[in-house]
């Protein structure tokens, strides 16, 4: 506040200045108060989003978790006895077990030459130009530049048609390295098949060995299946197979819900319920020694009682029996090992009990939701309100900012006149005394 003129106390003496100050602290008291409120509000207002945030986050994850057709309660663990078969469920695969015997790895079709030469041997014959012959493609002609070996492998691989090449050092001649080529396919399957020869269709480095391409296949009950990769997809009814590349023998593949995967899931979530519990219980605590900023809020403490009561469906019965009850302390514990007893027993009848439109995931995504709607939710209309509330008490405390600047003028002008009052009879008393003394002089 701008403050105005005054004498200070040049005439009586007194700290006005000092004397307004207190003056109008007191005068203030009243503003101070108003200012105190608005901290307290602004810090329930922060609360309050935050545990929105929380709810809106526990919401999300319920509604994920509450469609058993989808999320952990979908999900499928397969399993191998035999390292070398590698299997994988998706959403579509049925539970269920079966026997893999290997029947045959697939493999790239491989063409090593003979002849070993040095890399700066011209190889290519007549011309620099060699021919790739694939079935069901036309001849590709490669231009290898200057012929040599080593231009050769990398015409090949800069060609880029479905082969590749390289260069296998077999010793030396002379001190100078010598090398041999390989060619192979880029891809597995019996269909892979080629031939390299140069311009005239003639043979290349002295011949060649061939490693014939092949496909992989298995046998599941008789049926023999195959793949011109060591994959198998949706072999059965979204289950994939992987053949390691020495894979041999059978292997028992069992296909089941995966009971891990839901205990975790549902731990996590129970985690995730008693963060929110937790949040509630110190914003609502009427502790002396921890009071919360919202202490004894009923409309919190309702949101906490409807996710503890969540736990019980409307049938009367409870989740226990699938391993969640409510403490003493107001929350919820979770035993994994009675969850996954039960989820073994009937998984369908447990993932009913968590999922669909009645179930505990569910009856938790109401409450939340119910909780922290953007529109009607209680938390967010407890953040309007008290909005609200901070909004009326600055507009009060900016009328108190008017009211104690026209007290402090008021003061200051009352302290002003006083001291030129002062001061005036200071220079009276002044004058008397000094026409006193002239005239006691003169009688003498």
């Known amino acids: 506040m701008a403050a105005t003129s005054s004498i200070g106390g040049l005439a009586s003496g007194l700290d006005t200045a000092s004397i307004i100050s207190q003056l109008m602290a ?38 994920g ?36 015997s290997v029947g045959q790895t697939a493999l790239s079709h491989q063409a090593a030459f003979l002849d070993p030469h040095a890399k ?34 990398a015409a090949i691989n800069e060609a880029d048609a479905g082969v590749r090449a390289t260069l296998v050092r077999t010793g030396a001649s002379g001190g100078i390295d010598q090398y ?33 391409g092949r496909d992989a296949s298995i046998d599941i009950g008789g049926i023999t299946a195959t793949s011109t990769t060591n994959t198998f997809a949706d072999v059965v009814p979204g289950v994939t197979i992987t053949l390691a590349s020495n894979a ?8 089941s819900r995966d009971a891990a995967g839901a205990s975790a899931s549902m731990k996590s979530f129970v985690e995730g ?33 409807a996710l503890q009561d969540a736990m019980y469906p409307a049938d009367g019965t409870s989740m226990a029996k699938y391993g969640i009850q ?10 994994p090992d009675k969850f996954a007893a039960s989820y073994k027993d009937d998984p369908i009848a447990a993932a009913a009990a968590f999922t669909g439109p009645t179930g505990f995931t569910a009856r938790i995504e109401a409450v939340a939701k119910a909780a922290s709607d953007k529109f009607e939710g209680s938390v967010t209309n407890a953040i309007t309100s008290h909005g609200t509330a901070i909004t009326r008490l600055n507009e009060n405390i900016s009328r108190w900012d008017d009211r104690l600047e026209l007290r402090r003028t008021s003061l200051e002008r009352q302290y002003t006149a006083l ?15 000094s026409q006193l003394a002239s005239l006691t002089a003169s009688s003498e």
């Not at 307290?40 to 929105?52: D, F, G, P, R, W």
């Not at 041997?121 to 012929?147: C, F, H, M, N, Y």
């Open 26 to 63: 007191l005068e203030a008291l009243p503003q101070t108060k108003l200012k105190t409120q608005v901290t307290t509000e602004q810090s329930k207002v922060t609360a309050l989003q935050k545990l929105n945030t929380a709810l809106q986050a526990l919401g999300t994850s319920a509604e």
């Open 65 to 100: 978790m509450r469609t058993a057709t989808t999320g952990s309660w979908s999900t499928l663990a397969a399993t191998s006895t035999n390292t070398g078969v590698r299997v994988a469920a998706t959403t579509s695969a049925a539970a269920g077990a079966f026997t893999v």
């Open 120 to 153: 700066t041997d011209v190889v290519t014959g007549a011309t620099s130009s060699v021919l790739l012959k694939r079935a069901g493609e036309p001849d590709l002609q490669i231009d290898t530049a200057g012929g040599t070996l080593e231009q050769l492998a």
């Open 180 to 212: 041999r080529l390989l060619v192979e396919s880029s891809t597995t399957g019996g269909d892979q098949a080629f031939d390299l020869t140069d311009s005239t269709g003639a043979a290349l480095l002295g011949g060649v060995t061939i490693r014939a």
């Open 248 to 255: 041999t023998g059978t292997a028992d593949v069992d296909v």
């Open 273 to 305: 319920v008693n963060a929110v519990l937790g949040q509630i219980s110190g914003m609502t605590s009427t502790s002396t020694t921890a009071k919360g900023v919202l202490a004894g809020d009923s409309n919190l403490r309702r949101v906490a009682g």
């Open 326 to 335: 409510v403490d003493r302390y107001g929350k919820l514990t979770f035993d």
């Open 419 to 433: 001291e030129t009052a002062l001061s005036q009879m200071q220079a009276q008393s002044s004058w008397l005394s």
